[in-house]
């Protein structure tokens, strides 16, 4: 399991095309993961646009260790990898795009970013909540995956932010959450599912009010392989 997970968020420049082979965009973008996977301490990453937004595009990378994550920030490939990225997404744009997360997952977040459709949750505390609080949200999180799983939700995996997160709301520690599902129809039933808002009560109180746009959303993935082949 990596060591960290770190979170981007992207808006496509207006006028271009992020997707078709062979476009300025798409080349842009398969130069700038080739020279992002020989970073020491990479491991893999994902890239999809989301489901509801597609101007707007997520990546995760996994790294060994945060200090990797660190250095490659620091560097001249973190430059190059910036300069290409600019052809294809508004660098300009203000938070959340462009912004970064880094997460410690507990267990296997892979799987869940190979399915078809991977949700995106974050439940934001206070940073100035206690250890007890921020383990009876976690507690409960987990509970609510028990009903997750029975319906049809697939390799859920939680981990807290390594960074503190300022919204709107005030600084914030966020307990992220990745989800798979087979298909979007999936997620609208357990939506629906009679017991679901008992279930998702309990979480809800004990976060803030979710950050618009941000707090929970849909993306379809790609495993940087994918890109570079």
Request: hydrophobic letters at 40%; charged letters at 25%.
């Amino acid at each position: 399991m990596a060591e960290s997970t770190s979170i981007y968020f992207y808006n496509i420049k207006e006028g271009s095309d992020f997707a078709p082979a062979g476009s300025v965009e798409a080349d842009a973008f398969k130069k700038a993961i080739a020279i992002l996977s020989k970073q020491p301490g990479y491991i893999r990453s994902f890239w999809g646009p989301r489901v509801q937004s597609p101007n707007k595009v997520v990546g995760t990378i996994d790294w060994r260790d945060v200090a990797d994550n660190k250095k490659f920030i620091e560097s001249d490939a973190y430059k190059s990898v910036t300069l290409l990225f600019d052809k294809v997404f508004d660098m300009q744009g203000k938070p959340p795009f462009v912004s970064q997360d880094t997460v410690n997952f507990k267990w296997d977040s892979v799987t869940a970013r190979k399915t078809k459709i991977t949700e995106f949750a974050s439940f934001d505390i206070a940073a100035s909540s206690s250890s007890e609080d921020k383990a009876k949200l976690e507690s409960q999180l987990e509970k609510s995956l028990d009903f997750v799983r029975e319906n049809n939700g697939r390799a859920p995996s939680i981990g807290w932010s390594i960074d503190r997160v300022q919204v709107p709301q005030g600084l914030t520690h966020p307990l992220q959450l990745f989800l798979g599902w087979d298909s979007l129809d999936d997620c609208a039933k357990i939506g629906k599912h009679p017991d679901f808002f008992g279930v998702l009560s309990p979480l809800r109180a004990m976060v803030l009010d979710p950050t618009e746009d941000m707090a929970m959303f849909y993306a379809r993935l790609r495993a940087d392989s994918d890109f570079l082949n």
